[in-house]
């Protein structure tokens, strides 16, 4: 019975064998479309020849830079990777007063842009820079990128067998290394991956807490100018370097064992250890989120920053962050759907290849797709260049995945017996998609939309580099005014950007199952 | 006009032979049920019949329409076949009324009221009327079942196939809701294919049993036939319990160690008997066998009129019946099924006797290739 059901339960995938070639053709454009800034820059760094991409590698500036992202990145993976794991262990193994507002908890550093972190810490302490402080931050608002993963692995793997490794003769700690760590292993260092892929490639942060790095030397060279193409090859590294993280995550992953979380509240009564272990839960969400908000507040309420804000300004910055997301989001959900189409249905080399290209936004820093764009707007259509046209397909490349993530799995949660069923009822293939599929799954393609719109309205570095002169983001006055020290200033800003993006990523989370913990 | 005809169908991923020429035959209005263990094929044979999977060779025929042949292929949607799966399958964002209204055209003014009252009618069929405005997830099992079914009867097709409909459902309802189906399908004089690896089911409810294995059917015959008379160990295995004993073919009739047997012999149609002498595999049911308790007073050397002398040594009690394990005194155990209220204890001295003819098979010579089909599923276990 068994290798039959599980051929029938099979996903729809499995058994309609080849895809429609329309489908096939349609979803490589839209994925092709997101390989347009790495093919790009690499193009454009081929054009630079060998013997000056070796010259400019070679240059002590630009080992400084890397080696200072990659000690960065490492550092704040390793503090990511003990505190996360710390923390899912006490949140889902202890009996804590109302678990799932804590796991809530835990997931809001998620919701806050690491530069609004950032800028919340300058409130507090203006001369809050360098390594150290970078670490700090950047590690305190990654953390759920571990937590989560490793939360919702260690509820699969049930007290169960330990207890049995247990009546085995070990002990306690002896009874996790055996039983429970090879099952959280591949789930805690995809997380911490995904932080490092984070560390790497996050702008705002350290060029506010002036740290050089990669991306602010990327920044730094094409404000400058003169030595484009130096930009060009230190995001070239930048992308070398996010490449092999994620390789490493992509292939981490496939081993996390997805095993039917039972949602059982822990077993353990921490007793007088509550305190202590609600701290540890409380420094990621605490530094993360409410250190910087109070500083933000505080600034706010201030009677000097009321009395100045611009209130024309501030709407003309509200009115073109909502106008880019809804575009964004449009062009990125349109620009998905095939492939998620695609990807739920079928399988094969092609359609995974197809599916992988579509992700690649995922590892693409977003001063890199940028950087990218702007070469290529000046060199293949030159009237597109600073034009809202550009920004706006930067973001649909950035945020693909996050649509085609989403949109899959709503499609592919569509059974096939229902296809099956349509079909015996007689309605074509087309007819199935209009009044069986398309239906079904639209809740998730809203979901996709929204959550595209959400990280437009956060993205800053590529705004930056491709905004059309005269149009500003909350994300971009935030950061021109707190790099020029103007705190009060910014926070209107800062607060609208809360507002906007921060509480719906909150709230979108919490309808999705409190925080999803799938990262 | 004929029911539906199947002719040397064969269907294939890459390499992998899934059917190897099917040939079947269903006569109008019958209920015909494929029956085979895990990974048969008989899941795929439905599918390629409904059109869900193409077919490498061999036609498919409803009526005198001619549905999959090397030349032509109609798409599902066009076959006019009703499709029952094993999860019922209800559209989740539409009523009980209109999931079972989906395949009806939607038509105009007076379209409406018709199809209006198909529905109602279709509901009340299946002992649903007035749930139609009913959400599926408001359904218990049994329930979304039954509009799975009302939903596939709803255009009148040609043919109802229905893969493992009851699998699903705990053992009380599937029992109780297959009865009634099988009935409702007779009713409509619904043609109907049944695909179920549950021989109780198959014997239960078809008229005709196809016993399916890696690809290929095995036998084709009523349920008695199938049961009485199975066309190899293996399919004697699958459709019920087995006693097998070693024997020896002896003018016409089977030497074992119950005595000289009437015995009939299977290998297959046309086959001549074995030679005088030859060995056999005998197989028999365990209600062939019949337990009595010895009270001493025979003659031990009496074998025939009165059962051979064996010692029960274990009872699976069923509560209806039990299986009773004896050993026989030539130190051969068999197994018998004894009516609840007349069993033995375990140790009481008994003697077995044989009250029906019993079957002899070839031995077979040749190493049987170890598959996991040859342990199938549950049925002999039971």
Same mark, same amino acid.
């Given at each position: 019975?068994?290798?039959?059901?599980?051929?029938?339960?099979?996903?729809?995938?499995?058994?309609?064998?080849?895809?429609?070639?329309?489908?096939?053709?349609?979803?490589?454009?839209?994925?092709?479309?997101?390989?347009?800034?790495?093919?790009?820059?690499?193009?454009?760094?081929?054009?630079?020849?060998?013997?000056?991409?070796?010259?400019?590698?070679?240059?002590?500036?630009?080992?400084?830079?890397?080696?200072?992202?990659?000690?960065?990145?490492?550092?704040?993976?390793?503090?990511?990777?003990?505190?996360?794991?710390?923390?899912?262990?006490?949140?889902?193994?202890?009996?804590?007063?109302?678990?799932?507002?804590?796991?809530?908890?835990?997931?809001?550093?998620?919701?806050?842009?690491?530069?609004?972190?950032?800028?919340?810490?300058?409130?507090?302490?203006?001369?809050?820079?360098?390594?150290?402080?970078?670490?700090?931050?950047?590690?305190?608002?990654?953390?759920?990128?571990?937590?989560?993963?490793?939360?919702?692995?260690?509820?699969?793997?049930?007290?169960?067998?330990?207890?049995?490794?247990?009546?085995?003769?070990?002990?306690?700690?002896?009874?996790?290394?055996?039983?429970?760590?090879? %099952?959280?292993?591949?789930?805690?260092?995809?997380?911490?991956?995904?932080?490092?892929?984070?560390?790497?490639?996050?702008?705002?942060?350290?060029?506010?807490?002036?740290?050089?790095?990669?991306?602010?030397?990327?920044?730094?060279?094409?404000?400058?100018?003169?030595?484009?193409?130096?930009?060009?090859?230190?995001?070239?590294?930048?992308?070398?370097?996010?490449?092999?993280?994620?390789?490493?995550?992509? %292939?981490?992953?496939?081993?996390?064992?997805?095993?039917?979380?039972?949602?059982?509240?822990?077993?353990?009564?921490?007793?007088?250890?509550?305190?202590?272990?609600?701290?540890?839960?409380?420094?990621?969400?605490?530094?993360?989120?409410?250190?910087?908000?109070?500083?933000?507040?505080?600034?706010?309420?201030?009677?000097?920053?009321?009395?100045?804000?611009?209130?024309?300004?501030?709407?003309?910055?509200?009115?073109?962050?909502?106008?880019?997301?809804?575009?964004?989001?449009?062009?990125?959900?349109?620009?998905?759907?095939?492939?998620?189409?695609?990807?739920?249905?079928?399988?094969? %080399?092609?359609?995974?290849?197809?599916?992988?290209?579509?992700?690649?936004?995922?590892?693409?820093?977003?001063?890199?797709?940028?950087?990218?764009?702007?070469?290529?707007?000046?060199?293949?259509?030159?009237?597109?260049?600073?034009?809202?046209?550009?920004?706006?397909?930067?973001?649909?490349?950035?945020?693909?995945?996050?649509?085609?993530?989403?949109?899959?799995?709503?499609?592919?949660?569509?059974?096939?017996?229902?296809?099956?069923?349509?079909?015996?009822?007689?309605?074509?293939?087309?007819?199935?998609?209009?009044?069986?599929?398309?239906?079904?799954?639209?809740?998730?393609?809203?979901?996709?939309?929204?959550?595209?719109?959400?990280?437009?309205?956060?993205?800053?570095?590529?705004?930056?580099?491709?905004?059309?002169?005269?149009?500003?983001?909350?994300?971009?006055?935030?950061?021109?005014?707190?790099?020029?020290?103007?705190?009060?200033?910014?926070?209107?800003?800062?607060?609208?950007?809360?507002?906007?993006?921060?509480?719906?990523?909150?709230?979108?989370?919490?309808?999705?199952?409190?925080?999803?913990?799938?990262? | 006009?004929?029911?539906?005809?199947?002719?040397?169908?064969?269907?294939?991923?890459?390499?992998?032979?899934?059917?190897? !020429?099917?040939?079947?035959?269903?006569?109008?209005?019958?209920?015909?049920?494929?029956? !085979?263990?895990?990974?048969?094929?008989?899941?795929?044979?439905?599918?390629?019949?409904?059109?869900?999977?193409?077919?490498?060779?061999?036609?498919?025929?409803?009526?005198?329409?001619?549905?999959?042949?090397?030349?032509?292929?109609?798409?599902?949607?066009?076959?006019?076949?009703?499709?029952?799966?094993?999860?019922?399958?209800?559209?989740?964002?539409?009523?009980?009324?209109?999931?079972?209204?989906?395949?009806?055209?939607?038509?105009?003014?007076?379209?409406?009221?018709?199809?209006?009252?198909?529905?109602?009618?279709?509901?009340?069929?299946? !002992?649903?009327?007035?749930?139609?405005?009913?959400?599926?997830?408001?359904?218990?099992?049994?329930?979304?079942?039954?509009?799975?079914?009302?939903?596939?009867?709803?255009?009148?097709?040609?043919?109802?196939?229905?893969?493992?409909?009851?699998?699903?459902?705990?053992?009380?309802?599937?029992?109780?809701?297959?009865?009634?189906?099988?009935?409702?399908?007779?009713?409509?004089?619904?043609?109907?294919?049944?695909?179920?690896?549950?021989?109780?089911?198959?014997?239960?409810?078809?008229?005709?049993?196809?016993?399916?294995?890696?690809?290929?059917?095995?036998?084709?015959?009523?349920?008695?036939?199938?049961?009485?008379?199975?066309?190899?160990?293996?399919?004697?295995?699958?459709?019920?319990?087995?006693?097998?004993?070693?024997?020896?073919?002896?003018?016409?009739?089977?030497?074992?160690?119950?005595?000289?047997?009437?015995?009939?012999?299977?290998?297959?149609?046309?086959?001549?008997?074995?030679?005088?002498?030859?060995?056999?595999?005998?197989?028999?049911?365990?209600?062939?066998?019949?337990?009595?308790?010895?009270?001493?007073?025979?003659?031990?050397?009496?074998?025939?009129?009165?059962?051979?002398?064996?010692?029960?040594?274990?009872?699976?009690?069923?509560?209806?019946?039990?299986?009773?394990?004896?050993?026989?005194?030539?130190?051969?155990?068999?197994?018998?099924?004894?009516?609840?209220?007349?069993?033995?204890?375990?140790?009481?001295?008994?003697?077995?006797?044989?009250?029906?003819?019993?079957?002899?098979?070839?031995?077979?010579?040749?190493?049987?290739?170890?598959?996991?089909?040859?342990?199938?599923?549950?049925?002999?276990?039971?």
């Amino acid at each position: 019975m068994t290798l039959e059901s599980a051929t029938r339960g099979r996903s729809p995938r499995s058994r309609v064998g080849r895809a429609p070639a329309w489908l096939v053709g349609l979803a490589a454009v839209c994925a092709a479309a997101a390989a347009i800034p790495l093919v790009y820059l690499v193009v454009r760094s081929a054009d630079a020849g060998l013997a000056e991409l070796a010259d400019t590698l070679l240059r002590p500036r630009v080992l400084t830079l890397t080696l200072n992202s990659v000690v960065l990145a490492a550092f704040v993976t390793v503090t990511c990777l003990v505190l996360g794991t710390l923390s899912a262990w006490l949140l889902t193994r202890l009996r804590l007063p109302s678990a799932r507002a804590w796991l809530l908890v835990s997931a809001l550093p998620l919701a806050v842009p690491s530069y609004l972190a950032a800028y919340g810490w300058l409130v507090w302490f203006p001369g809050f820079n360098g390594f150290w402080a970078s670490w700090l931050v950047l590690s305190v608002v990654c953390t759920p990128y571990v937590t989560l993963p490793v939360a919702a692995a260690l509820r699969g793997a049930s007290g169960d067998l330990e207890a049995v490794a247990r009546t085995l003769g070990r002990g306690p700690l002896g009874a996790f290394r055996a039983a429970t760590w090879p %099952r959280i292993r591949p789930a805690a260092i995809a997380g911490g991956l995904l932080v490092g892929l984070y560390a790497l490639s996050d702008f705002g942060l350290v060029s506010m807490l002036r740290f050089q790095t990669l991306t602010w030397g990327i920044n730094a060279a094409y404000g400058a100018s003169f030595d484009r193409n130096q930009a060009a090859m230190l995001a070239l590294v930048l992308v070398v370097l996010a490449l092999v993280v994620v390789a490493g995550e992509r %292939r981490s992953r496939g081993r996390v064992v997805h095993s039917p979380g039972r949602n059982a509240p822990g077993t353990i009564r921490p007793g007088r250890a509550l305190v202590p272990a609600l701290g540890v839960l409380l420094i990621a969400p605490g530094l993360g989120v409410a250190v910087p908000v109070a500083g933000l507040v505080s600034r706010l309420v201030d009677a000097e920053t009321l009395r100045e804000i611009d209130l024309v300004r501030l709407a003309e910055a509200i009115g073109a962050t909502l106008g880019l997301a809804v575009a964004g989001a449009l062009v990125a959900a349109v620009l998905a759907l095939p492939v998620a189409a695609l990807a739920a249905r079928y399988r094969g %080399r092609l359609v995974s290849a197809i599916e992988s290209v579509g992700f690649l936004g995922h590892a693409l820093p977003g001063i890199v797709v940028g950087l990218s764009l702007v070469f290529f707007t000046l060199s293949v259509m030159p009237a597109l260049y600073q034009s809202v046209v550009v920004l706006v397909f930067g973001y649909a490349v950035l945020f693909m995945p996050k649509a085609i993530g989403t949109m899959r799995g709503g499609i592919a949660a569509v059974p096939g017996s229902l296809l099956d069923v349509s079909r015996m009822l007689g309605l074509s293939p087309l007819a199935v998609w209009w009044r069986v599929t398309a239906p079904l799954a639209l809740p998730s393609v809203g979901i996709g939309a929204l959550l595209v719109a959400i990280s437009v309205m956060k993205e800053l570095p590529a705004t930056l580099l491709l905004r059309p002169t005269g149009i500003s983001t909350l994300a971009t006055e935030l950061w021109n005014r707190t790099t020029v020290f103007e705190f009060g200033a910014a926070a209107p800003y800062a607060a609208a950007l809360v507002l906007l993006a921060a509480v719906p990523a909150v709230i979108l989370s919490g309808i999705r199952g409190v925080a999803k913990e799938e990262v | 006009m004929s029911g539906v005809s199947v002719e040397d169908l064969r269907v294939g991923y890459g390499d992998a032979v899934v059917l190897d !020429g099917i040939t079947l035959t269903i006569p109008r209005g019958s209920l015909v049920a494929v029956l !085979g263990p895990s990974g048969c094929g008989k899941t795929t044979l439905l599918r390629a019949i409904a059109g869900l999977l193409p077919a490498t060779a061999g036609t498919i025929r409803v009526g005198d329409r001619l549905l999959s042949s090397a030349r032509n292929t109609v798409p599902p949607e066009k076959r006019g076949i009703g499709w029952v799966p094993q999860d019922a399958a209800l559209f989740p964002h539409l009523s009980v009324g209109e999931n079972i209204g989906f395949g009806l055209p939607r038509g105009g003014r007076g379209g409406r009221e018709a199809r209006r009252a198909r529905i109602d009618e279709l509901a009340a069929i299946v !002992g649903l009327g007035g749930l139609t405005e009913r959400a599926p997830s408001q359904l218990s099992g049994g329930q979304a079942q039954r509009v799975s079914l009302a939903r596939a009867l709803a255009s009148r097709p040609d043919l109802m196939l229905l893969d493992e409909p009851f699998a699903a459902l705990d053992p009380l309802l599937r029992s109780a809701l297959r009865i009634e189906v099988a009935e409702l399908l007779r009713s409509q004089q619904n043609t109907s294919l049944l695909v179920t690896h549950d021989q109780e089911e198959a014997l239960s409810l078809a008229d005709f049993i196809a016993v399916m294995r890696h690809g290929r059917i095995l036998q084709w015959g009523t349920p008695a036939e199938v049961y009485e008379r199975p066309a190899s160990l293996w399919v004697a295995g699958f459709v019920g319990d087995t006693v097998e004993l070693d024997g020896r073919w002896s003018d016409g009739r089977a030497e074992c160690a119950f005595g000289l047997l009437d015995a009939a012999y299977q290998d297959g149609p046309g086959v001549a008997e074995p030679q005088e002498g030859a060995s056999v595999r005998v197989m028999l049911r365990p209600e062939w066998l019949r337990v009595v308790d010895d009270r001493g007073d025979a003659d031990p050397t009496d074998t025939g009129a009165r059962g051979v002398p064996a010692t029960v040594t274990a009872i699976a009690y069923a509560g209806h019946d039990a299986l009773v394990s004896v050993l026989l005194d030539s130190g051969q155990p068999v197994r018998a099924r004894i009516a609840a209220p007349d069993l033995p204890a375990r140790g009481t001295r008994v003697r077995v006797s044989i009250r029906h003819p019993v079957l002899a098979y070839p031995v077979r010579t040749d190493p049987v290739p170890a598959d996991p089909d040859s342990v199938p599923d549950d049925a002999t276990l039971r």
